[in-house]
Antibody, heavy 122, light 113 residues
Framework: EVQLVESGGGLVQPGGSLRLSCAAS????????MNWVRQAPGKGPEWVSY????????YYADSVKGRFTISRDNAKNSLYLQMNSLRDEDTAVYYC???????????????WGQGSLVTVSS | DVVMTQSPLSLPVTLGQPASISCRSS???????????LSWFQQRPGQSPRRLIY???NRDSGVPDRFSGSGSGTDFTLKISRVEAEDVGVYYC??????????FGQGTKVEIK
């Protein structure tokens, strides 16, 4: 069974930093591209960042570019999101999400974690 | 970025009756490989999203056959043939053809009348 478990969320002041982790199990983590997707309270999901299996292709949403850094450790079956210079508008539940294997660059998410709440407030 | 527009945003339905959700994209979602990367997700209250449909009309494992997806190009539909109590939640369409970024619709809240 595919499992994605996020951790590291919490309350942080504007301008602060936080590091999210996602522990993956139930599949060959090193073979899959991964993503972070966030969902602000009462809003729809918003894609945040992508990393391919070899960590050599990385993308960010414009809203977080230059402030967030995605990374992974295939030996530890783990995905990370380092978030710096946090703003009020970064408040959201952050989901770790697996990209489905489609054989193409295009595709979709097939599994989501349970999410980790990040609250940015003074 | 591709804009995904869902309608209606709220859908009160009587148990056992059908429901239909529309999703329109600001440009065609046909990819260069001939596939159309349009997915539907269900988010029940207090839960994370769950994928129901991928590539327009393919149902995920374990998804009841009362859920079906259809459409092409820029117009897509999710149908529930007979709504059950467990179907209450918010439904999102998502395009994965033109990315980054992947983009989602605003969501359609399905509730029981």
């Amino acid at each position: 069974e595919v499992q994605l478990v996020e951790s590291g969320g919490g309350l942080v002041q504007p301008g602060g930093s936080l590091r999210l982790s996602c522990a993956a199990s139930g599949f060959t983590f090193s073979s899959y591209s991964m993503n972070w997707v966030r969902q602000a309270p009462g809003k729809g999901p918003e894609w945040v960042s992508y990393i391919n299996s070899g960590s050599n292709i990385i993308y960010y949403a414009d809203s977080v570019k230059g402030r967030f850094t995605i990374s992974r450790d295939n030996a530890k079956n783990s995905l990370y999101l380092q978030m710096n210079s946090l703003r009020d508008e970064d408040t959201a539940v952050y989901y770790c999400a697996r990209k489905a294997r489609t054989g193409a660059v295009a595709g979709t998410v097939d599994y989501w974690g349970q999410g980790s709440l990040v609250t940015v407030s003074s | 970025d591709v804009v995904m527009t869902q309608s209606p945003l709220s859908l009160p339905v009587t148990l056992g009756q059908p429901a239909s959700i529309s999703c329109r994209s600001s440009q065609s979602l046909v990819y260069s490989d001939g596939n159309t990367y349009l997915s539907w997700f269900q988010q029940r209250p207090g839960q994370s999203p769950r994928r129901l449909i991928y590539k327009v009309s393919n149902r995920d494992s374990g998804v009841p056959d009362r859920f079906s997806g259809s459409g092409s190009g820029t117009d897509f539909t999710l149908k529930i043939s007979r709504v059950e109590a467990e179907d209450v939640g918010v439904y999102y369409c998502m395009q994965g053809t033109h990315w980054p970024p992947w983009t989602f619709g605003q969501g359609t809240k399905v509730e029981i009348k």
